[in-house]
């Protein structure tokens, strides 16, 4: 059966997350400056409100394109999980990074701002501090990341930046060698899954800055 379609108003009469548009309705009828959307599920739903509106505005058409078939092969993202996930305001540029419970979008961990490094950079570190974390309170959590680039350099152990050292970056390039060290260095189990972003919006990590 397909999951029923829900409905998030960030600003109404009564904010909140509706299971039909006759409630969603209203919670939004003859007040100003409303601010709803439509979601596929409730999951998708829990984590869009812990977000903000403009994270989604202007989105709708694109996850129209979504398929039935590809919503129902990646099924709904595990909530027993953390999500990371990086941004930077240039390639190479000011970066930062963080962590957070997927359910709930409670940050456990943030990083930065650091003057010079790149996204890619941000995503690997991440990472490896989830799994460090993970590892370090022996938790069974999976890890989502939006990084294909990030969990390839996870799994050579290797952080394969074009980006060259210099006294701007000097503090990133010494947390780069930490994490390469400890994945040498450590085993892990921790499950780390690719985020499915077509399917479930931005992981919930996302800083919201596209």
């Not at 397909?2 to 108003?9: G, L």
């Not at 400056?33 to 903000?52: C, E, L, R, W």
């Not at 990133?172 to 921790?190: G, P, S």
Request: net charge positive.
């Amino acid at each position: 059966m397909a999951d029923k379609k829900h409905y998030v108003v960030w600003k109404g009469k009564k904010p909140g997350i509706y299971d039909s548009w006759k409630e969603c309705k209203a919670a939004i009828d003859g007040f100003k400056g409303t601010q709803y959307m439509s979601f596929p599920d409730v999951h998708s739903a829990k984590i869009a409100f812990n977000k903000s509106y403009s994270d989604y505005k202007g989105r709708s058409k694109q996850k129209k394109t979504v398929s039935a078939q590809y919503l129902k092969s990646v099924g709904q993202p595990n909530m027993f999980s953390i999500s990371v996930d990086a941004a930077s305001s240039g390639n190479p540029g000011v970066m930062e990074y963080r962590g957070v419970e997927t359910k709930s979008g409670k940050v456990i961990f943030k990083q930065g701002p650091f003057e010079e490094a790149t996204n890619n950079i941000g995503e690997f570190l991440a990472i490896v501090h989830g799994l460090a974390l993970l590892k370090s309170i022996n938790s069974p959590k999976v890890l989502y990341t939006d990084s294909r680039t990030a969990m390839s350099w996870v799994r050579k152990k290797n952080c394969n930046t074009k980006l060259k050292q210099n006294q701007k970056n000097k503090e990133i390039f010494a947390l780069i060698t930490r994490a390469v060290n400890w994945l040498k260095t450590n085993t892990y189990h921790t499950e780390i899954i690719k985020w499915e972003t077509k399917a479930w919006g931005e992981i919930p990590a996302d800083f919201g800055r596209k």
